[in-house]
């Protein structure tokens, strides 16, 4: 169960009801679970949240493969269920082998994988265990990126960190219609 209950126009800070209200009007209504229903508490943040949330996935030079396999892995590595179960599927679409989506969720041996892939997983796993990214997993990551890439590739993966914390923190629910097994511990 949630540790605080949905936001409403009376809960969230006074100063801020008009960004709540408009909030409200885009989404339809207040998520019931996940990050959308911890931030709307605080109606500023949750907006810019969004923002840098839809130019990584609408408008960085990724590819919907790469980002949604970012997404994954810090997951896995958080230890994020509500993330996992709503991109692993994604992922699976957007072309991640479903091997590489159960070993990583598995924490099992990789099998086989493309240089974009290992580019990825060498990176987000290499910082999320050492807080360090070693020039190997950069050069890696500048090569099958460019630097706009690998800076967007570190900013979804910073995004969905803190997106993960709150997730985690709050102890936010997974959504009924889930289809994913969950993460084991």
């Not at 130019?55 to 493969?65: E, F, M, Q, V």
């Not at 892939?117 to 360090?132: L, P």
């Given at each position: ?5 949905a936001?409403?126009?009376e809960t969230?800070?006074?100063n801020q ?19 959308g ?6 109606p ?16 960085s030079?990724l590819?919907?493969?790469v ?7 810090t ?7 509500y ?12 072309g ?20 974009d892939?290992?580019a ?23 090569e ?30 997974l959504?009924a219609n ?8």
């Amino acid at each position: 169960m949630a540790r605080i209950p949905a936001a409403t126009r009376e809960t969230v800070p006074s100063n801020q009801t008009a960004e709540f209200d408009q909030i409200v009007a885009n989404a339809g209504s207040v998520p019931l679970v996940g990050p959308g229903s911890i931030l709307f508490h605080v109606p500023k943040a949750q907006q810019l949240a969004t923002a840098l949330n839809q130019y990584l996935r609408n408008d960085s030079s990724l590819s919907a493969k790469v980002l949604e396999l970012a997404m994954l892995v810090t997951a896995r590595e958080n230890d994020c269920m509500y993330i996992w179960n709503a991109h692993a599927a994604a992922a699976r679409a957007a072309g991640v082998p479903d091997a590489v989506v159960d070993a990583l969720r598995d924490r099992k041996e990789l099998p086989s994988l493309a240089p974009d892939e290992a580019a990825v997983i060498n990176y987000g796993q290499e910082y999320f265990r050492t807080h360090r990214v070693s020039r190997g997993a950069f050069q890696s990551g500048i090569e099958q990126f460019g630097t706009q890439g690998l800076i967007e590739l570190t900013l979804t993966m910073g995004n969905y960190a803190l997106l993960a914390f709150a997730v985690n923190a709050f102890d936010s629910e997974l959504p009924a219609n889930r289809t994913e097994p969950v993460l084991p511990a």
